[in-house]
């Protein structure tokens, strides 16, 4: 081991570092620190060398593209999201219940899905707006994944050995849709990791469903998300929703796999997908839930 | 490791494990023990500072991730016209019990009225509910912090 | 009575505010080294073997077979029963096996994480349920009771009364266990000071641990010097269990003699410290055609864990707030604390009345409704007062104000009004509690056990020091103390100086507990300083000390428990109000109002603050604080899963007094600390009820376990009132 920690100097710095050692990529440390902690006292205990990118300039910021989407750099923090106007109010409801004020100014976007814990509060989001992350390796190497193929599997995503988060791409826009839904169940009101977050999103136009997606975290081992159940919704008349709900939200049980209190998840889950379709279903002018 | 930073407004040097918790070297390092350590995982605000301004747990960042930062903590605040009025309200208000999420609810609170000088009581309870207290339920914390508010106003009053 | 707070703050404030009070973390000695617990890691087992990585130059191992020929490996409390060190034998997960010392934290904490330790494993029982079914044996005795209590008042036999009633509710409570999570960890240092092990803790009770571990070593208590350090919240976490601490370290000190600092981290305090004792409460309660109470029947439960640490007064003390703040015509207890395989429960704020309280006024709650009564009516039917014969037959000695309590709380909140509005199962619900504590020590407890003594001194530079065994650890009592003092001689409040004890200057006034403080050694010092008044001018520098003495005509037999059990009690009401999300079960807390007789509030700021943190304290219980127990393993061991409320989960609370002074306390001051966590969870719990219209017969009830209320439970009422 060469270097127990190295702190990037700057992208180019961080992606030579990755290639040339196993290493462990630490952004906000929030998570890392927490898991590597020994007691009180002690020095934290990595099993391979730490990368530390969390001030990489480059890697910072919210910004949109010529083509509309929104792009995030992986180590812009949960407040730096909260406080964007261009981040879309279903990530911003999400970054903002991430902890509290201290975690939020040191948790990134980027950390945060490395993580792929089934409790993370960006995910839900993320799959819902059908994000992509971008991944970059040394000489120009660079693939863009979606979010629901990124993440694998439980705590295991589709990252290289040579490879760094360097941003996420966020295809939908608040205006692409004409209801939204974000309801987190915390362990408390404030501070708190969630029991279960749902997020919803549906288009109506012309008096008809074209889109409708429902997005449940900590509801599974990772973010559950079904096209088959949201097909379900998609080209019915709106009025035509209420009479679909239970069959809806039967069916996106039949998607989640809650391990620690199913039937309470279950029923919550059930109780808040039919909330959101009863509001689509009445047309009305409201376009943001909680 | 040599890490260097601002440190209270000096500038600091320490050769130093770079994985080390923040957390750790003021403390033992630098002997800032108004620092103080109650959950080790971010959860409940005992150890925050100022990292740029931006007030983080300083339990969850290894002392690596500061280099070249600015690392402001209890001891510099008490020292400021506002984080004395923040304390001595503190005392006025009885937001002190066991005392030993008050530095670190402090520091929130320093960071609170920075932002924003005048905040409703919702906003500062949300403004504090990173930090755990076990003694108080807050309230008389809400209401000093309340105070200070009230205070630092009519400081910047009297000046006109 | 007149208020005796001027505009000063508190003693300690503004030096914990600016992070310049030294807690025993913050400490650093010269020379000084690190320890750390080895402990076991079965609930119940034979130690087959301990086998050490090897030890590096500077790093020591010890454990039961360190201790000298003349030291015994037990920790005195009440009982001697909880070993030092588990000795080939583990009764709990987190038992300790060894300590282990040496300069580098991590390298001390990798040897401990290398020591492999081998179990022949046995059945542990667990929960109350288990321990009664004698589950993988008995554990102490024939049937696990480590002690029981038996109490009964009023004329009849209740056996007959049952018989013959028009109607018995039979109605079963539980309580889970609640970790004190005081934000400062347990933690101490030991040191060898001029021939005295000098201890450096973060405790409540200085002289109990120098009585717990002196025999470890084959030493007395005067060759220990407890010094306390500022202790970062205590609730009862840290009465009994530094002594846990303090033990392994003064063997490690008998052989090492330099400093060793021990400090828990989170995890370590959360899984391996004691608990509130978890409860099931039995009742049957006889009613007449009309739905008067004839008499009311009990069983109390206590989970004390492996060992009987408290346990012994904690069910006494559970068992004789059985009745509440009621007089029921015959009343009958019989409490039994069980011993299990979980990590001891010991004190913590209120030491076993909160149960008893949480079961009777649910009880009371659910005979109201079930009569279609409000419960506030039913339950005022019932109050005790002046002269009423209590459970253990004595008397009610004070005038009792439950009346102008309700009333008070009754109108803040616009109880009746909400109550009858928002009536069952609307998601919104008004709650309503009584409750009461009794304060210090039960009996003639305070006279034939602590036999509490003061002194106060006059100093050349005009200034009064207090000497007391009083420890401050956030309650208030360095400062209430100091205007106990300022008032009776007449000086400054400034010019009193309270210090944080060191038992080898301070006398012993008993341990900082039982709500005592204020009420007992404060009134010590008041006398001693009307005493030093009186004899002021007699020398610059003089020392006055008063001793306890009960009151005379008040009798108690500790034996039968029989008897005048509280001379002062502390009374309180509370009304809490929620609304429940409908289709998530969230539950949000919309106000809290409550009044308290305290007698009188030395200084009205403090008292504010402890009604509040107490109220926090007991919602948090009744609510989201959920520690479970699987198979002796406590499942929670964080501040992020075990949750206890933030600023965003409580709403500001009101606070009223109807204080009536207590005739045996400083300027009428009474016991006050644990009262008010006694009756908030029971308020929370008849809130959430009447909103979901579900009884609701256990604590706690974070939001899952309401989704499984609302899913399953029984109907509160069918009324629609």
């Known amino acids: 081991m060469s270097e127990k920690l190295h702190i990037a100097q700057n992208l180019e710095d961080a992606l030579l570092f990755r290639k040339e050692n196993d290493c462990i990529v630490m952004a906000g440390s929030s998570d890392l620190m927490v898991s590597a902690y020994q007691g009180y006292g002690a020095l934290p205990k990595f099993d391979k060398p730490v990368l530390l990118i969390r001030n990489l300039e480059e890697l910072i910021g919210v910004r949109r593209n010529s083509d509309g989407t929104v792009e995030i750099g992986a180590c812009t923090t949960s407040r730096q999201i909260v406080e964007s106007p261009d981040t879309p109010w279903v990530l911003k409801q999400a970054a903002g219940r991430m902890g509290a004020v201290a975690l939020r100014n040191s948790a990134t976007i980027g950390g945060n899905i490395a993580n792929a814990s089934p409790k993370g509060d960006t995910p839900g989001p993320l799959y819902l707006l059908d994000a992509v992350v971008n991944v970059m390796s040394l000489d120009g190497g660079r693939r863009s994944i979606p979010i629901r193929d990124f993440i694998i599997k439980f705590r295991t995503i589709d990252l290289k050995n040579d490879e760094i988060i360097t941003s996420v791409t966020i295809p939908v826009s608040d205006k692409d849709m004409t209801y939204w839904f974000y309801h987190k169940i915390g362990t408390r009101a404030a501070n708190a990791i969630s029991k279960l977050t749902l997020c919803a999103c549906a288009k109506v136009s012309w008096g008809e469903v074209k889109d409708f997606r429902i997005a449940a975290t900590a509801s599974g081992p990772v973010t559950n998300r079904s096209r088959d159940v949201e097909n379900i919704a998609i080209g019915l008349k709106f009025d035509e929703l209420a009479a679909k709900a239970s069959e809806i939200s039967g069916a996106f049980d039949k998607v989640i796999s809650p391990r620690a209190m199913p039937e309470f998840r279950r029923e919550a889950t059930r109780r808040m997908i039919e909330f959101f379709i009863d509001k689509v279903s009445k047309n009305s002018y409201k376009k943001f839930y909680n | 490791m040599t890490i260097e930073f601002s440190l209270n407004c000096e500038h600091v040097s320490i050769d130093v494990d770079p994985t080390k918790r923040l957390l750790d070297v003021l403390r033992d390092d630098f002997g800032l023990t108004g620092v103080k350590e109650g959950c080790s995982e971010g959860e409940c605000g005992a150890c925050c500072v100022l990292l740029n301004g931006q007030l983080v747990t300083s339990c969850i960042i290894p002392i690596a991730g500061v280099h070249g930062q600015d690392v402001r903590t209890i001891e510099w605040v008490r020292t400021t016209r506002l984080g004395e009025t923040i304390i001595q309200s503190y005392a006025d208000g009885g937001a002190v019990q066991c005392g030993f999420c008050i530095p670190g609810m402090v520091m929130a609170s320093y960071y609170l009225l920075s932002n924003n000088p005048n905040p409703t009581k919702k906003e500062i309870r949300k403004g504090i509910s990173g930090n755990m207290c076990r003694c108080t339920g807050y309230d008389l914390i809400v209401e000093s912090i309340y105070l200070a508010a009230k205070r630092v106003g009519e400081l910047h009053k009297a000046r006109g | ?721």
């Not at chain 3, 306390?665 to 006694?678: D, H, I, R, S, T």
């Open chain 3, 1 to 721: 009575m007149a208020d005796m707070r001027n505009d000063k703050a508190r003693k300690d404030a503004i030096s914990k505010a600016s992070g310049r009070e030294t807690y025993v973390g913050d400490l650093s000695l010269d020379g000084m080294i690190y320890a750390c617990l080895v402990r076991t890691s079965v609930p119940r087992g034979i130690i087959k073997s301990i086998t050490l990585p090897p030890l590096p130059d500077g790093y020591y191992y010890f454990d039961d077979r360190n201790i000298p020929e003349n030291g015994r490996n037990e920790l005195w409390m009440i009982q001697k029963d909880w070993k030092c060190f588990a000795a080939g034998s583990s009764g709990y997960v987190g038992e300790t096996i060894g300590i282990l010392c040496g300069p580098d934290r991590t390298l001390l904490y990798s040897l401990r994480d290398q020591i492999k330790v081998e179990y022949e494993e046995q059945t542990p029982a667990v929960s109350i349920e288990d321990s009664l079914a004698l589950v993988g044996g008995p554990i102490i005795g024939e049937n696990n009771y480590h002690c029981t209590v038996e109490l009964q008042a009023g004329d009849g036999d209740i056996d007959e009364i049952m018989k013959n009633a028009y109607r018995v509710v039979e109605e079963k409570f539980s309580t889970g266990h609640q970790e004190h999570m005081h934000l400062e960890t347990n933690g101490m240092m030991v040191n060898y000071e001029d021939g005295k092990y000098v201890y450096y803790a973060s405790c409540q009770c200085p002289f109990y641990i120098r009585k717990s571990v002196a025999g470890i070593i084959g030493a007395t208590p005067e060759d220990i010097i407890v010094r306390q350090m500022s202790t970062g919240g205590a609730f009862g976490g840290k009465e009994h269990f530094p002594d846990v601490v303090a033990g392994p370290l003064i063997l490690a000190e008998y052989y090492l003699k330099k400093p060793i600092k021990l400090i828990f981290n989170r995890e370590e305090d959360t899984q391996f410290s004691v608990k509130r004792h978890p409860s099931v409460v039995k009742f049957k309660t006889a009613l007449d055609r009309k739905g008067n109470i004839l008499a009311m029947d009990s069983i109390v439960y206590y989970n004390a864990g492996r060992y009987l640490a408290s346990s012994y007064i904690v069910i006494q003390r559970g068992c004789m707030h059985i009745e509440g703040v009621y007089k029921f015509p015959v009343a009958r207890t019989r409490g039994y604390s069980m011993a299990t395989n979980t990590f001891p429960s010991c004190a913590f704020r209120g030491f076993g009345a909160p149960q008893t309280i949480f079961a009777v006024e649910t009880h009371m709650t659910h005979i109201a409704e079930k009569l279609g009564v409000d419960p506030v009516e039913y339950k005022r039917r019932y109050l005790i007062k002046q002269g009423d014969t209590t459970i253990t037959n004595g008397k009610i000695v004070e005038n009792v104000r439950t009346p102008e309590l309700i009333e008070k709380v009754c109108k803040a909140s616009d109880y009746f009004e909400k109550s009858r509005k928002y009536g069952f199962g609307s998601g919104k619900g008004i709650g309503f509690s009584l409750y009461n504590h009794g304060g210090a020590f039960t009996g003639n407890g305070e006279s034939a056990i602590i036999k509490a003594v003061v002194k106060v001194c006059k100093r050349k530079d005009g200034t009064v020091l207090i000497k007391a065994g009083q420890t401050e650890m956030g309650q208030g009592f360095s400062s209430a103390v100091c205007r106990i003092a300022a008032k009776t001689l007449g000086i400054p409040y400034e010019k009193v100086i309270y210090k944080y004890p060191d038992t080898s200057v301070v006398p012993d006034s008993g341990p900082t507990a039982a709500s005592r403080s204020t009420m007992v050694p404060g009134n010590l010092v008041m006398k001693a300083c009307e005493e030093l008044k009186a004899r002021w001018d007699e020398a610059d520098e003089l020392e006055c000390e008063a001793h306890y003495e009960h009151p005379e005509g008040y009798p108690w037999d500790q034996a039968s428990f029989q008897g005048y059990a509280y001379l002062g009690y502390g009374w309180g009401a509370c009304v809490v109000e929620v609304e429940v999300d409908p289709r998530t079960a969230e539950t949000k807390i919309k106000g809290i109002w409550s009044a308290h007789d305290v007698g009188n509030c030395i200084d009205p700021l403090i008292v504010h603050g402890q009604v509040n943190g107490g109220i926090a304290q007991g919602i948090g219980w009744a609510s989201t604080e959920l520690l479970e127990n699987k198979g002796g393993y406590f499942k929670q061991h964080s501040m992020s899963d075990y949750i206890i409320p933030t600023s965003m989960d409580l709403p500001a609370q009101e606070v009223y007094y109807a204080n009536e002074p207590y005739k045996w306390g400083p300027y009428g001051a009474k016991g006050m600390g644990e009262l008010v966590f006694n009756g908030s969870g029971a308020a929370y719990v008849d809130a959430l009820s009447r909103a979901i219209n579900r009884k609701i017969d256990s604590i706690p009830n974070p939001t899952e376990v309401i989704m499984g209320h609302i899913l399953h439970s029984e109907k509160l009422t069918e009324d629609k009132r």
